[in-house]
């Protein structure tokens, strides 16, 4: 049988569990002896086990830069494929868990003249991260931070009355408090960047707003938790070849290109094996994909040089790729 080649390359200890709202469990990781951690940036994520079999990504919410501990916060979904309910279930103070290095798919922009900050529920956490970041560099910013209600919102204490609270604007769903969008895409965005995340409907709305108003492209920067709302029902079987090896699958309907390659022994690094991470990304020789993942932009996407083989397909009845 394939044995999967994943991205985990550390134990950690849970030193502390607590509830930082309604349904949103944080953790703090430390090395079980006591040694410094692989540094992070703002943004950064890491993959983390919670029980064998389960990967998931969690963005490191702590003061980028530290080396003594991670912060995570895990939202319980509704929806679970079992990953945050086994952080909120299995996962407990004293445990070891498995997770990866930090990597970092959403960086501050080095250029920025000031930063707007935009976090919807869970989203919060990279973007806590990097209101971290700019506040320790001085930098020009603003949060606007969007929950249900104030009991859902994680962090809502820190961040109204500790040292980010100048800057910060909290809007509750219960109390009719909006998002002041048309104030926010109005602004000069002239050396502004904008950093959204949440769930998939608040970005979507967020940036269609952004692009509208003609804010560039550049400047515009999301993170999913969520894949895409794709319907499947019209999905068929396509050849893939490899390049290096000469091999060639049938991909069925039913199955995605990641598990044909594991399913063969084919070595391929995937994480959240639903197109938001990019670890999988793989490039294409052939052919056309058909995109669904919400890791690459739209240009890259029309490049349609790479893919994401966990969940994307193809439009060409053969793609050819670099494997
Ligand atoms: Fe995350 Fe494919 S494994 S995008």
């Known amino acids: 049988m394939a044995v999967k080649k994943t991205t985990l390359s550390m134990t950690v200890q849970v030193q502390a569990k607590r509830q930082e709202a309604d349904g949103v469990a944080g953790f703090t990781l430390v090395d079980p002896h006591g040694r410094a951690l692989p540094t992070f940036t703002a943004g950064s994520h890491i993959d983390v086990q919670p029980e064998p079999g389960v990967l998931r990504q969690y963005s490191l919410c702590n003061q980028p830069g530290s080396t003594d501990s991670y912060q995570i916060a895990v939202l319980r979904e509704p929806q679970s494929r079992g990953g945050s309910q086994a952080m909120h279930e299995a996962v407990d103070e004293g445990d070891l868990i498995q997770i990866s290095a930090p990597r970092n798919h959403f960086e501050l922009a080095p250029d920025a003249k000031r930063s707007l900050l935009l976090a919807g529920g869970i989203g919060i956490t990279p973007i806590l991260a990097m209101a971290r ?73 967020v940036m269609d707003r952004f692009r509208t108003a003609g804010w560039p492209e550049a400047q515009l920067h999301t993170e999913f938790f969520t894949a895409a709302d794709i319907d499947t029902s019209n999905d068929g079987s396509f050849e893939l070849v490899l390049a290096r090896s000469g091999e060639s699958y049938r991909i069925p309907a039913d199955q995605t290109v990641a598990e044909v390659l594991l399913d063969n022994d084919v070595d391929l690094l995937t994480s959240c094996e639903q197109g938001i991470c990019g670890t999988c990304i793989t490039r294409v020789l052939e052919g056309i994909p058909e995109h669904r993942d919400r890791y690459m932009t739209e240009a890259e996407h029309a490049a349609n040089d790479c893919f994401t083989p966990c969940c994307s397909r193809a439009k060409t009845e053969r793609l050819v790729i670099d494997l």
């Open 133 to 205: 970041q700019l506040h320790r560099d001085g930098a020009e910013f603003e949060l606007h931070y969007s929950a249900r209600s104030q009991a859902a919102m994680a962090f809502h204490d820190w961040l109204t009355s500790g040292p980010l609270s100048a800057q910060v604007q909290c809007y509750f769903d219960d109390q009719g408090s909006r998002l002041p969008i048309d104030q926010l895409v109005a602004q000069p965005h002239d050396g502004t960047h904008l950093y959204v995340c949440g769930p998939g409907g608040y970005i979507d709305f």
